[in-house]
């Protein structure tokens, strides 16, 4: 139900969770797209890849960005098959496969990047100046209660 149109009896916080819950629900759908988009997690690789400007491990990229070694594989996998990374054995220990990006994969995640940025551009122009300072306080600031309220941070909400 729209913010707007919550009982009155409804305390602001549950008004808040209620019109974030449905801004998700809406924005699921887009999401969703943006995720296909990605490759379900290549551009992310890619993008770490360039960063480093290095041989990786893939147990690397495992941790880097928080995923299986097996969800690693595949997009590797995949990756390699488009000519965008290049995996090699590690001449100094042949147990160790190494992770290379190729020039395509480099100029990929440039463009997506190039293209992100342009995006952000576009929505904090429409969103204004002031809007754009509020939102990115509101933000930083959500993201730190989150972080405070994390399972994992001492004092964080309690299990159960």
Not at 15 to 37: G, Q, T, W, Y
Not at 118 to 147: P, Y
Request: hydrophobic share 40%; charged share 30%.
């Amino acid at each position: 139900m729209p913010w707007e149109e919550n009982q009155n009896s409804l305390s602001y916080v549950d008004k808040a969770l209620a019109a974030f819950n449905e801004i998700m629900a809406n924005s699921r759908k887009d999401m969703m797209e943006n995720l296909n988009r990605a490759h379900k997690g290549e551009l992310f690789v890619l993008h770490y890849l360039a960063v480093c400007n290095r041989e990786v491990l893939p147990s690397e990229l495992s941790a880097a960005l928080q995923a299986s070694t097996a969800r690693i594989s595949a997009l590797l996998g995949a990756l390699e098959k488009k000519g965008q990374i290049v995996r090699d054995i590690d001449k100094s220990n042949r147990r160790n496969i190494l992770v290379t990006i190729t020039e395509e994969g480099r100029n990929r995640a440039e463009a997506e990047m190039k293209e992100m940025k342009n995006r952000m551009v576009r929505i904090f122009t429409d969103m204004g100046e002031a809007d754009t300072i509020e939102f990115i306080r509101l933000t930083r600031l959500f993201s730190e209660l989150m972080q405070k309220y994390s399972p994992q941070e001492e004092g964080g909400m309690p299990s159960g």
